[in-house]
Every structure is written in structure tokens, then in C-alpha cells.
């Protein structure tokens, strides 16, 4: 594998190197009791800590004085083809991203100087044949190493000091397959694990360990079919096929030593058996684990406790969202899971339903979903041909895979929803496997805007366990990037404009904004170097849902910037 030195970007860099010295001299080991607290100063995992808050202690950047916030550096990735859709993170100073292509850079997190870049070799003719590459969306931290997937199916660890390859495991045959890894690995006691693409492929979407020393795979589990149990909700033989995958990461619950994950929808995405899914159609039956959120053992990778968010998804509103917000409320240990339908579902640490709550307007797939039991309520189930009314929301989700933000201060859940319909037609297809596998989705759509009304986004400060909700921030078009909100009182929202907007996490008060310069769909953290704190966001447009914005819009995204991005670190002044 080669490594090519990375250069320095924009802008101009000044006092390099006087604040590096806390990474070289102070640096200690990245294991699961440091991910587990979090850290003041750092950004251990994609969601800042196992707890999924997605939340920074910091204050020095605060409402008294956010109006100060300024571009600190800014560090261009290159060849960002699909945009920037990566989370960064910071330990000691240094901060790690990737970027498509799951290229990967350590960065000095106070001045943006490259210490060191790693661009893998990469089979171009296959990524070229793959639907979604060629985005990454983050890596994870662990035992001195930086851990990153590619689209041809390998898990890389590289040294984090250096940047030198220290194992390289290929886990999926993406010749075949055409998938491979596209979101961040988790690390957790000795054991990296990563989920696969899957969903509307015909394959079995299969989530890997691999032990974070030497490499070696420990174990897999099959979301679909993975046990006798499963096997039995998929009519003739349809788990063969059936798609799943797990490609956004879960979190670790240390007590149990149980992995939290949440899986992709089956297929064909599109199913005509209308409401006889049970026995006919392309894959009868309930179609487990697809559209599920799983609680699997650390060592074994066995199941330990499951809860099917969407019986027969046949709409991809899937929960591979990997947001688990742990939380301690009145004695009881809790997990809230956004699942993309735009329904936010409260468990116990067993997957056990406590409450189930909508984030969206426009909603008519079911009718509801009860809060105590989770079943749903007037589901609706379609046959060939064009579906008369159109269904909300859009399959990009009522939510997005990004991630909301846990604010333990406040007690308050930001979180976007996203305000948008589709017309469908749906189609019987047939999967195709050989000689390579392709998308088997069964439909024709098109974004819609909601009956009567207008496409529009909202940011929504909520009770994360009841839903009632204390403020709302609209927008002209749904933002498709992840929320911050720290110490300081302050939550940020990067939108799909390209601007970056801080809000008053009490009142919902705009109290600063800046432009990036291109659209939003990645993510943003917070960390300190020195003393100093910093936010950091990536920016660069365009992808599975981004790529609608210009024909439905119009405006600035027909100007947008295409297959670009870059990394704005901002501080005060």
C-alpha cells in the first residue's frame, strides 16, 4: 500500500508547530475507558463518547461571545467526489478525517498542518460500478491506531503517529458484491467493528469484528437471516437476497459488554405485494433482521436482544441510523434510536419499548406507531404500478443519518426533521447476482412536495424521552448535516446552503452564522488545543440525497460546487 505525504492548505498557516507539542509529548493510549468518559478536550468516537450524545463540555466558545467566531484554518481534502460526508475526530491535539475515497488525514488540530495523509489503493473500475461510493464517512480511534473501511471491502488500521499501515483485512468479496464500507467503525475493548452496505443489494448484509491488534476476524454476524429464527420471516428462500447491512455505527454499552446496532432495509426497497407481505410478494414475512436495531455480545457476536423497528420495510425507512443516545432518567437506564421513517424510539438497555415519538409533520406510511408496544398502526402496503397519493416522508428519511445532539445541561434532544414526500411507482424485479450483484430497489420515485404544502426542514429542541417540544427553527430546504451543541450553551447547525448557524440552546435565538461556501452533509465537533477550543465542520455537496437539491430548489444549488470539499475550523478571534 502506498503513502503519499499530504500538503498544507488554506489559509495561510501561522505558529505552526507551537501548539503540536501536546500531541507528541502528552498523548495517551485511546482505549474504552478514555471513549467511555468522552474527554474534555477530545472527539473520541463518531458520537464524541459511547454515550452517542454527540455533545462537547467545551465553553469557551459561549453566547456572551460567539459573535467573535472566526475561520481558524482550513485544510482541502482533494478529489472529493460525492462531496465531504465524514465526521472528524480529536485526541490530543491531533485531528483525524477522512474523505472520499477513505483517504485519511492527521492534521495539527490548532493550525490545520498535515502530519502525515494515507490514500489507499483503491480498484477504480470497481468503485466506478458502485451506486453510492465513493464517500466515507468517518474512521474510529483505538490503541495507537486509526481504523477506516473502504468501498472494495477492507478494513485498514494505520499507525496514528505515522500513518503507516499496520494491517490491511479484507472482508467482503466487492468484486461480487459491488458494496463494501462507506461509515465509520466503532472500537471497543480490543475489537473494531464495522457494518457493511447493504440494503437494497442482494446480498445478507453482514456486520464484522476484527480484533484491533493483528486484524484478524473475530466474528460475523448476518442481519438478515442470521439466526433459525430469522430465517423463518423470510418466504422462498427470499434471504438469499434480502439486502440488510449495518453501514452507519452503533454504540457499546460497557455494562452488559453488548454492542448496539441499528440495520439496513431488505430487498427489493420497493416491495407489490400490497398487504399480503406476509405470504406473497418478493420477500414474505416479517424479513428479520433488516430494519431492526440488535443488541450483540463484544466476544461472540451472538444476538443477544433485538427490536424490529419496521416489520417488512417496504418503504427504506431503515435504522441503520447509528444514533443510541444512552441516558440515566429517573432511575431508569434508557437508549434513544431515531429511526429515518422520522419516529424516535425509546428503549430500556434490553431494546425494550418505553415510548415511541414523531419528529415529522408529514408522515403517512402508517398511521401511527403505538408508544407502549411499537406495532404499527394502518401501515400502507402497495401493489404494482403508480401509488396514487404520494408517500411521505421522502426516501431520504424523515431524518437523516446524521446525527442530533444530547445536551445534559439542558436536558434538551436537537434534532432535524425533514419535511418531504415522493411520488412512487412501484416495479417487480428480479435480483440480479452474477456475474456481479446490483441494486434490486423495485420502484421509480420522484421528490414531491407534502399534500398542501411546502418542502421545508426544521431544527426541533425536544424532551429526547417524551417528545414535547420546547422550540423549533425552520428552513427553506431540509439541512442534511449533524447537530452540535456544548458547554457553552450554544448548538450548532451546518445546513444545506452552506451555512453554518449557532443557536441559543435554551431559546432557540440565532445568535451567529457564517458561510462555508458549498452545501452541508457531513459533520461537526469540538474540541481544544491548548486552552483553545475550536469547531470543526466539513462541508461539500452532493450524494444520495443532495443530488435533488438543484432540479427541485433551483437558486444556489444550481451554482453549488460539485465533487468539492473542505474542512473549516473555526475559533474566536
Not at 114 to 134: C, G, K, M, N
Not at 148 to 172: E, P, Q
Not at 322 to 328: A, K, Q
Not at 476 to 488: A, R
Request: charged share 20%.
Amino acid at each position: 500500500m502506498k503513502k503519499r505525504w499530504g500538503y498544507l492548505s488554506l489559509p495561510v498557516v501561522v505558529a505552526i508547530g507551537a501548539t503540536f507539542a501536546a500531541s507528541s509529548t502528552l498523548a495517551q493510549t485511546v482505549d474504552t475507558a478514555r471513549i467511555e468518559t468522552g474527554g474534555q478536550n477530545d472527539w473520541l468516537t463518531y458520537h464524541g463518547s459511547y454515550k452517542s450524545y454527540h455533545y462537547s463540555p467545551l465553553s469557551q466558545i459561549n453566547t456572551s461571545n460567539v459573535g467573535n467566531l472566526s475561520v481558524a484554518w482550513i485544510h482541502i481534502p482533494g478529489r472529493s467526489t460525492r462531496g465531504l460526508q465524514s465526521m472528524p475526530l480529536a485526541a490530543d491535539g491531533v485531528l483525524y478525517y477522512t474523505g472520499s475515497y477513505s483517504r485519511v488525514f492527521a492534521l495539527n488540530g490548532a493550525t490545520g498542518e498535515v502530519i502525515w495523509s494515507y490514500f489507499p489503493e483503491l480498484d477504480e473500475a470497481l468503485i466506478a460500478r458502485q451506486t453510492h461510493s465513493p464517500y466515507n464517512r468517518g474512521a474510529a480511534l483505538g490503541e495507537g491506531k486509526v481504523y477506516v473501511g473502504t468501498m472494495d471491502g477492507r478494513l485498514i488500521a494505520l499507525d496514528m503517529k505515522t500513518g503507516k499501515v499496520a494491517w490491511d483485512t479484507k472482508l467482503i468479496d466487492s468484486q461480487k458484491l459491488t458494496v463494501g464500507f462507506t461509515g465509520a467503525p466503532l472500537y471497543a475493548k480490543g475489537t473494531v467493528i464495522i457494518g457493511a452496505q447493504g440494503g437494497e443489494w442482494p446480498g445478507r448484509g453482514p456486520i464484522f469484528a476484527v480484533d484491533a491488534a493483528t486484524g484478524k476476524k473475530k466474528w460475523e454476524f448476518l442481519t438478515v437471516a442470521g439466526t433459525d429464527e430469522a430465517m423463518k420471516t423470510w418466504g422462498s428462500d427470499s434471504w438469499r437476497t434480502g439486502g440488510g447491512g449495518g453501514w452507519m455505527p452503533g454504540t457499546y454499552d460497557s455494562e452488559t459488554n453488548t454492542i448496539l446496532w441499528g440495520t439496513a432495509n431488505p430487498a427489493p426497497l420497493y416491495d407489490w405485494s400490497g398487504s399480503d407481505y406476509k405470504t406473497q410478494g418478493a420477500r414474505p414475512g416479517d424479513n428479520l433482521y433488516t430494519t431492526s436495531v440488535i443488541g450483540l455480545d463484544l466476544d461472540s457476536g451472538k444476538l443477544k436482544f433485538y427490536h424490529q423497528e419496521l416489520p417488512h420495510d417496504a418503504w427504506d425507512f431503515d435504522s441503520a441510523v447509528g444514533e443510541f443516545v444512552m441516558l440515566d432518567r429517573d432511575g431508569q437506564k434508557l437508549v434513544v434510536h431515531p429511526n429515518k421513517s422520522g419516529y424516535i424510539f425509546v428503549y430500556d438497555r434490553n431494546l425494550g419499548i418505553k415510548n415511541v415519538w414523531r419528529i415529522t409533520q408529514n408522515s403517512n406510511f402508517v398511521k401511527d406507531i403505538d408508544p407502549k408496544t411499537g406495532e404499527l398502526i394502518g401501515r400502507r402496503d402497495f401493489s404494482a404500478g403508480k401509488v396514487n397519493e404520494p408517500l411521505c416522508p421522502h426516501i431520504s428519511g424523515g431524518v437523516s443519518f446524521n446525527s442530533g445532539s444530547y445536551n445534559p445541561k439542558t436536558g434538551l434532544y436537537y434534532k432535524l426533521g425533514q419535511e418531504w414526500c415522493m411520488t412512487l411507482e412501484v416495479m417487480k424485479t428480479t435480483p440480479v447476482t452474477a456475474p456481479q450483484a446490483q441494486l434490486n430497489i423495485g420502484a421509480d420515485f420522484k421528490i414531491a412536495p407534502p399534500p398542501g404544502g411546502e418542502i421545508y426542514g426544521h431544527l426541533d429542541a425536544r424532551d429526547p424521552v417524551t417528545g414535547v417540544k420546547k422550540w423549533e427553527v425552520r428552513y427553506p430546504e431540509p439541512p442534511l448535516g449533524s447537530v452540535l451543541s456544548t458547554g457553552g450553551n450554544l448548538v450548532f447547525v451546518p445546513d444545506s446552503r452552506g451555512t453554518l448557524h449557532a443557536y441559543d440552546a435554551e431559546s432557540g435565538a440565532e445568535l451567529w452564522s457564517h458561510s462555508d461556501g458549498t452545501g452541508h452533509q457531513g459533520g461537526i465537533v469540538s474540541y481544544a488545543v491548548n486552552g483553545k477550543q475550536y469547531v470543526a465542520v466539513t462541508a461539500g455537496f452532493g450524494g444520495m440525497a443532495s443530488d435533488d437539491y438543484a432540479p427541485t430548489f433551483g437558486g444556489v444549488y444550481k451554482s453549488m460546487p460539485r465533487d468539492d470539499g473542505a474542512l473549516i475550523v473555526y475559533s474566536l478571534k
